[in-house]
Each structure stands twice: as C-alpha cells, then as structure tokens.
C-alpha cells in the first residue's frame, strides 16, 4: 500500500512536478504578501483597538490585489513569455499553462478585492462615521457613511471597482467565453480604467502612501509595449498568395511579413482581417516551418469570423472554376489547348475514396509580366505559354488575341510562378502551362491579394516542446492537427537532412540559409493518433500527408487515423460502413494503401482508440525512452488521455520511462 502510493506520488511528480512547486511557490508569496501587511497592522499602535482586525484585514487583501495584478499582465505577454520558452534554466516554469495561471490569478485577485471590500463596508467605514477617536487618529472631519461610500475618493473609485470587475469576471465565463468570445474579450479592455482606479484608489494616503503604482507600472508598461507592437505589426499588410477550401477548411498561404524572422514548429500567429473586423484577431497555428519562404494556416469554418474569412476567399476560387468551365468548352469547340489536365481542378473537388494525393492545384498566378507570345500556337481564344520570366517586370498589361489586356502586377511578387499543392508545398509552374489556365489564376490571384490579412506573432504553445522527446504521441482531433502538419514538415526535413551528408559534395556545401534551418536529431518514431467523426477531414489530412517522403511515414511517422463516427443513428451506420469499405479496399488493392490517409503504413480504425493498450504497448516499444505527449483537442479527450497517461506511467517507472503530457485546447 505504501509502496503503491510512493509509486504514484513518484509519478505525479515526474508529470507534474514543476507545476506543483511553481504554484506552491507562487501560492506561498501570495500569502507572505498578505501576512506582511497583516502584521505591519495589526503592529501599528491603536489601529487593532479602533477598527478590530477589519483594517489589517483589509490591508493584506490589498497586498493580494495588487501582487495578482501584477500576474495578471504579466501572464499575458505573449511575445515575452515566447522569448522567455527558450531560456534553459526557466523550464520549470509552466509557462505553457501561462492563461490557466493568469486565470488563477483572476480568482484570488477577485476573492482579495471581494475580502477587502467587505472590511471597508462591515469594519472601517462604519467606525469611521461613528467613532470620533478612529476619525481623529486619521485626521478626518466628521463625514457620513454615504460619503465615505460615494464621495470620498477610497469609496467611488471602490465601487467603481467592484462594478467594472463584476461586468468583466461575467463576461470572463467559460460559457460566455466559449459563446460570445467578443464580447469577452472587448470587456476585457475594462482593465484601462481598472489600472487607472486602482491608482487612483489609495491616493487618500488614510492608512499608509499608495502603493498601486510600484506594482503596477512594469508589468502595464510592458504589457502595453507588447500591445503597440500588435499595432505595429498590424501596419504590415500580408497578401494572401493561394488559397484552397477543403471540406470543412480553409487554407491560405500568405506572405511572410518581414517581423517573422524565426519560428518552431507548434507555434502559432493571430490573425485579422480588416473588412471583416479591424478589432478580432484570431489564433491560428502554423502549418509551414521556418525554413519556407511564406507562412500558411488552416482554418476551420466555425463561427462567424472564419465564415466570414472563407466568404471573402470564396469568389476568388469560383472565378477559377466558373472560368474552367469556360475553358473546357472554348477547348472542345475551337480545338484549343485544354487546361483541363494539364493543372488539375481545384483539389477541394475530391472527395474522399477517390482523392488525388499527387494532385497539385493551381492557385495563384504568374504575373503576366512573366509569359511571352509563342507564336503559331494552336489556340484560338489565346497564344501565349508561361515559359520565360526574362521579360520586363513593368510591362503593363498584356494583350491576348481579341480580348483585353490582362491587368498585370506592376512588380511582380517573388512568391510568383509557382503551382501550390494543397498542402503548401511549392513547385514551379509547368512550362507548357496554356495561358488560359495562366490567365484565369492570374486574376484568382489578384483578387485574392486583394484580401488584406494582417498578422501578430509569431507566438509560443505547448506542442513546439516535441524536440526534446525520443518519443512522440501526438493526438488530435479534426482541425487540432494543424500543429502537427508543421512538425510532421520538420521531422521530414530532419530526416532527409540526418540522411544528406553521405551525399553531399564538396562542391556543394551547405548553403548559409540551409544552415540556419540545420536539423536537430529527429525523434525516433512519432504515433499520430487523428480522430474524426466523419470522412470529411480526411481529404485535406491525406492530401498533407500525400506530400511526405514515404520514407518519413514508413520509418518515423506512424499515422492512425480514427473514424469516430456520429453519436448513434444513421451517421454511426454510413461511418461504420465507410470504414469497413475501406478496410476491404485497403487489403484487395490500392496497393495496401489506405484511401483514407493514402498512406501504405498507417491505419484507419473506426470507433474511439483504447488508450490503455496504446500507451502499454508504447510503453513496451520505448522502455527506458523519454514520451511527449501531446493532445490538441477538446478538454474531456486530454483528461481521459491523461489519466491513461499517469497509470500507465505508474506501472512502467522502474523501467525507466520517463512520460511527459502537454495539451492544447483550441
Ligand atoms: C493557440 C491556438 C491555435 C489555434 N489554431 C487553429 C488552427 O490552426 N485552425 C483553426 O481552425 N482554429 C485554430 N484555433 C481556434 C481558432 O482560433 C478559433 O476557432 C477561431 O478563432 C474561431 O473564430 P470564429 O469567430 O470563426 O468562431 P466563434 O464561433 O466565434 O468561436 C469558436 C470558438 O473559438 C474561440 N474563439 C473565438 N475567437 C477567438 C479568439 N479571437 N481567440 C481565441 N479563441 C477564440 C471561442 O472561444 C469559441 O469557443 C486555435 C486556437 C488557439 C487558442
């Protein structure tokens, strides 16, 4: 029994240690700064035998209040605790847990503030109307309660207080939060005149000088430091270069504003699109590496600003297709070249079963500054070819055979003549791609960049810590894949880098840039656990992972794919049926791929995974092996997998293996 609960305290120490001694550490300060001013008052000659306990009382709570608020800007520094990520010596600190903290903080500031109030109300304020000795020892005139209440500055800017505090931690509700995420975060600028009140509180000097501001002026001056660089950033417009909506989703590539200078994997910007709001800014992890030239982001369609977002892409993507359309007839009847064939249709046409994984989809343009006249080609409605990029950049226009110009880009943009695949890997345009086709992406690209995107980050999450495990389990479900479409880019890049030397020459050395982006020793094997409720999802995670070496996937990335399925009727049936479809598909052909993921090495399971065997028999496969994971997802799935995560760790701690968890809601 006592060894049983050793285990387990073992064990909770081991995930859990740092978090703990943090937050003792940090409970523990906040009780000395309650005891300092508990004792320095109740020392304090006569205040014990005027007012009772109610002034110290009342004193040690304003101690919390202000020690809190210190924490309460602090912890919402983004690009400072980002920095602070990379300081060694500071990993102990939960810095991923930074809004869980700041959320802790909220309560003892709101029960300090709630103490010291009621003290005031019950304790001071009453002596001080009825007591003339109490009111001689603060030197104050004969005054009301009404007036120490509403017009004495402790008492207005008190209630002030109380008033905006309450209309904030209402709105600060997780079920406010999670519904009317506006309104939480407009009321949270409440906090301007907060500070301003609280430093305006204690200016009565009735007890002692004010304090407030000693408290306050850091953290507020580095929080607001923090929020002129969002309004500077903002200034930088980012273009949307390509687009492609995919099921549910909404992928954009964008250009990298020039304050990107270095991100990892896991990490994430925010995002705001000025037309549909100058004042939201949106959260959306990576899904490219540091090493690519541009930034690209997946979006799920789920409330009204990503509606919005897609709304806005939408016309740009039709115009491509109407004007396919188009082309496809112009090519039967005139005999013309057919783009048809030559660019695949936008990759969002497939559908699961049937998906293309090579399928690259055009999405933005060329400049027409880059295509020249062939002459004697065969179509009718135009007759020109992408095939050069030699001719002048200022050209202004270009003139087709019986339309108008082309509207070209006066500089041509350096993201420009290249094929996106849905996955955001770039490859050049195919020479021999028909001008039509050039054309019309021509124009989807101008209207996409007409869009104007504006970017803060790039900011700090618990699934950039994957490096430092042997091991990785990364579960995740629908769009919370997203972080792991950038480490899964890194880990391929590790590993086809941790494989080059042999081939590399003498006279091919590594270029500066490739060694800025030098790899660091890839992990052993990652498990991907993707759990989606229909099939829907799939087809922009196969076509991601159509885009790995196959390398990678055979020997590193294992993809399990769990199709979840509806909660009972007929969705639980047709996902039921979906699965064991492909599971025949999968043994009689397709060459032991999964249609699903296109991945030959990775599994499709229907139902919810057991993860009490999963984590066994990663126990077994790593012993002695230190295991990341992570698990992006809803709140309910990370605390079932964290208590598989604690027993199973329980039963294999003297072999050695060392689990850590982290997890991200989005
Ligand atoms: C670190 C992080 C990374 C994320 N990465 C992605 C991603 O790669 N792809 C993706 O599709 N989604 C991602 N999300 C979620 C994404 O931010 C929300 O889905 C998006 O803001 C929804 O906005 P909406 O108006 O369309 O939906 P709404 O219906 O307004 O909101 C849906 C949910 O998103 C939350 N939310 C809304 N606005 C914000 C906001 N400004 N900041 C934080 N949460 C908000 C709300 O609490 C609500 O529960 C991420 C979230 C976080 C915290």
Same mark, same amino acid.
């Given at each position: 029994?006592?060894? %049983?609960?050793?285990?387990?305290a073992?064990i909770y120490w081991r995930l859990e240690g740092p978090k703990f001694v943090c937050a003792a550490v940090w409970l523990a300060?906040?009780?000395?700064?309650?005891?300092?001013?508990?004792?320095?008052?109740?020392?304090?000659?006569?205040?014990?035998?005027?007012?009772?306990?109610?002034?110290?009382?009342?004193?040690?709570?304003?101690?919390?209040?202000?020690?809190?608020?210190?924490?309460?800007?602090?912890l919402?520094?983004?690009?400072?605790?980002?920095?602070?990520r990379?300081?060694?010596?500071l990993h102990w600190v939960p810095i991923n847990k930074h809004l869980v903290w700041h959320r802790w903080c909220?309560?003892?500031?709101?029960?300090?503030?709630?103490?010291?109030?009621?003290?005031?109300?019950? &304790?001071?304020?009453?002596?001080?109307?009825?007591?003339?000795?109490?009111?001689?020892?603060?030197?104050?005139?004969?005054?009301?309660?009404?007036?120490?209440?509403?017009?004495?500055?402790?008492?207005?800017?008190?209630?002030?207080?109380?008033?905006?505090?309450?209309?904030?931690?209402?709105?600060?509700?997780?079920?406010?939060?999670?519904?009317?995420?506006?309104?939480?975060?407009?009321?949270?600028?409440?906090?301007?005149?907060?500070?301003?009140?609280?430093?305006?509180?204690?200016?009565?000097?009735?007890?002692?000088?004010? %304090?407030?501001?000693?408290?306050?002026?850091?953290?507020?001056?580095?929080?607001?430091?923090?929020?002129?660089?969002?309004?500077?950033?903002?200034?930088?417009?980012?273009?949307?270069?390509?687009?492609?909506?995919?099921?549910?989703?909404?992928?954009?590539?964008? #250009?990298?504003?020039?304050?990107?200078?270095?991100?990892?994997?896991?990490?994430?910007?925010?995002?705001?699109?000025?037309?549909?709001?100058?004042?939201?800014?949106?959260?959306?992890?990576?899904?490219?590496?540091?090493?690519?030239?541009?930034?690209?982001?997946?979006?799920?369609?789920?409330?009204?600003?990503?509606?919005?977002?897609?709304?806005?892409?939408?016309?740009?993507?039709?115009?491509?297709?109407?004007?396919?359309?188009?082309?496809?007839?112009?090519?039967?009847?005139?005999?013309?070249?057919?783009?048809?064939?030559?660019?695949?249709?936008?990759?969002?046409?497939?559908?699961?079963?049937?998906?293309?994984?090579?399928?690259?989809?055009?999405?933005?343009?060329?400049?027409?500054?880059?295509?020249?006249?062939?002459?004697?080609?065969?179509?009718?409605?135009?007759?020109?070819?992408?095939?050069?990029?030699?001719?002048?950049?200022?050209?202004?226009?270009?003139?087709?055979?019986? &339309?108008?110009?082309?509207?070209?880009?006066?500089?041509?943009?350096?993201?420009?003549?290249?094929?996106?695949?849905?996955?955001?890997?770039?490859?050049?345009?195919?020479? &021999?791609?028909?001008?039509?086709?050039?054309?019309?992406?021509?124009?989807?690209?101008?209207?996409?960049?007409?869009?104007?995107?504006?970017?803060?980050?790039?900011?700090?999450?618990p699934?950039?810590d994957?490096?430092?495990? #042997?091991?990785?389990?990364?579960?995740?479900?629908?769009?919370?894949?997203?972080?792991?479409?950038?480490?899964?880019?890194?880990?391929?890049?590790?590993?086809?880098?941790?494989?080059?030397?042999?081939?590399?020459?003498?006279?091919?050395?590594?270029?500066?840039?490739?060694?800025?982006?030098?790899?660091?020793?890839?992990?052993?094997?990652?498990?991907?656990?993707?759990?989606?409720? #229909?099939?829907?999802?799939?087809?922009?995670?196969?076509?991601?992972?159509?885009?790995?070496?196959?390398?990678?996937?055979?020997?590193?990335?294992?993809?399990?794919?769990?199709?979840?399925?509806?909660?009972?009727?007929?969705?639980?049936?047709?996902?039921?049926?979906?699965?064991?479809?492909?599971?025949?598909?999968?043994?009689?052909?397709?060459?032991?791929?999964?249609?699903?993921?296109?991945?030959?090495?990775?599994?499709?399971?229907?139902?919810?995974?057991?993860?009490?065997?999963?984590?066994?028999?990663?126990?077994?496969?790593?012993?002695?092996?230190?295991?990341?994971v992570?698990?992006?997802?809803?709140?309910?799935?990370a605390?079932?997998?964290y208590?598989?995560v604690r027993?199973?760790a329980?039963?294999?701690?003297?072999? &050695?293996?060392?689990f850590a968890f982290a997890k991200?809601?989005?």
């Amino acid at each position: 029994m006592l060894a %049983q609960l050793r285990r387990r305290a073992q064990i909770y120490w081991r995930l859990e240690g740092p978090k703990f001694v943090c937050a003792a550490v940090w409970l523990a300060l906040v009780a000395w700064w309650f005891a300092t001013n508990w004792i320095r008052f109740t020392n304090m000659k006569g205040v014990v035998a005027l007012f009772g306990y109610w002034v110290p009382f009342a004193k040690g709570c304003a101690n919390v209040v202000m020690f809190t608020s210190m924490f309460l800007f602090l912890l919402v520094c983004r690009t400072t605790l980002t920095k602070l990520r990379s300081v060694r010596w500071l990993h102990w600190v939960p810095i991923n847990k930074h809004l869980v903290w700041h959320r802790w903080c909220a309560y003892i500031f709101l029960a300090a503030s709630a103490g010291h109030t009621i003290c005031h109300c019950l &304790g001071t304020f009453p002596t001080l109307a009825n007591d003339p000795r109490a009111r001689a020892a603060l030197k104050l005139p004969p005054v009301s309660q009404v007036y120490l209440h509403f017009i004495s500055v402790p008492g207005w800017t008190g209630w002030a207080l109380v008033v905006l505090l309450a209309a904030l931690a209402g709105t600060s509700a997780v079920a406010v939060r999670r519904k009317r995420y506006e309104l939480f975060w407009y009321t949270h600028h409440l906090f301007v005149p907060i500070v301003a009140l609280l430093a305006l509180h204690g200016t009565a000097a009735l007890l002692g000088p004010p %304090q407030a501001w000693k408290y306050l002026a850091v953290p507020v001056a580095l929080y607001a430091i923090e929020r002129m660089l969002r309004v500077h950033r903002a200034s930088w417009p980012v273009r949307i270069q390509a687009a492609a909506v995919q099921a549910d989703t909404l992928e954009l590539v964008l #250009d990298r504003p020039p304050f990107v200078t270095h991100y990892v994997p896991g990490q994430y910007v925010f995002l705001q699109v000025p037309s549909i709001s100058p004042w939201q800014w949106h959260p959306i992890s990576l899904t490219s590496t540091d090493a690519d030239p541009f930034l690209t982001v997946r979006i799920k369609k789920l409330g009204d600003w990503s509606h919005a977002l897609t709304q806005l892409v939408e016309p740009a993507l039709v115009l491509e297709d109407a004007e396919a359309e188009a082309d496809k007839v112009d090519a039967k009847f005139n005999g013309g070249k057919s783009v048809v064939g030559t660019v695949q249709p936008p990759s969002r046409q497939t559908t699961a079963g049937t998906a293309d994984l090579d399928a690259t989809t055009l999405l933005a343009a060329p400049p027409a500054a880059h295509l020249r006249e062939v002459s004697g080609a065969s179509t009718a409605r135009s007759s020109l070819t992408v095939s050069d990029a030699s001719l002048p950049d200022s050209a202004a226009g270009i003139k087709t055979d019986g &339309g108008p110009p082309v509207p070209v880009l006066a500089t041509p943009r350096p993201m420009s003549r290249y094929m996106i695949s849905a996955t955001g890997t770039v490859k050049p345009l195919a020479v &021999g791609t028909t001008v039509d086709t050039a054309r019309r992406a021509q124009r989807a690209a101008l209207a996409l960049q007409s869009i104007d995107v504006r970017v803060d980050g790039v900011f700090g999450a618990p699934s950039q810590d994957f490096v430092d495990h #042997d091991h990785i389990v990364f579960i995740a479900t629908g769009v919370g894949a997203t972080p792991f479409l950038a480490i899964l880019k890194d880990i391929e890049r590790q590993v086809l880098a941790a494989r080059a030397p042999a081939r590399r020459s003498v006279l091919f050395p590594t270029s500066p840039t490739t060694a800025a982006h030098a790899p660091t020793a890839p992990p052993r094997r990652v498990d991907f656990y993707w759990l989606n409720r #229909d099939q829907a999802g799939f087809q922009w995670m196969a076509a991601a992972l159509g885009a790995v070496d196959r390398r990678v996937l055979r020997d590193v990335v294992r993809v399990h794919a769990f199709l979840t399925g509806a909660r009972g009727g007929q969705a639980t049936l047709s996902s039921f049926l979906l699965w064991w479809g492909l599971a025949l598909a999968k043994r009689r052909g397709a060459a032991g791929k999964c249609l699903l993921t296109g991945v030959r090495d990775s599994s499709v399971s229907w139902g919810r995974p057991h993860w009490p065997t999963i984590f066994r028999q990663t126990a077994a496969l790593f012993p002695g092996k230190k295991v990341g994971v992570f698990v992006c997802g809803p709140k309910q799935l990370a605390r079932e997998v964290y208590e598989v995560v604690r027993e199973v760790a329980a039963e294999v701690v003297d072999d &050695g293996t060392v689990f850590a968890f982290a997890k991200e809601n989005f």
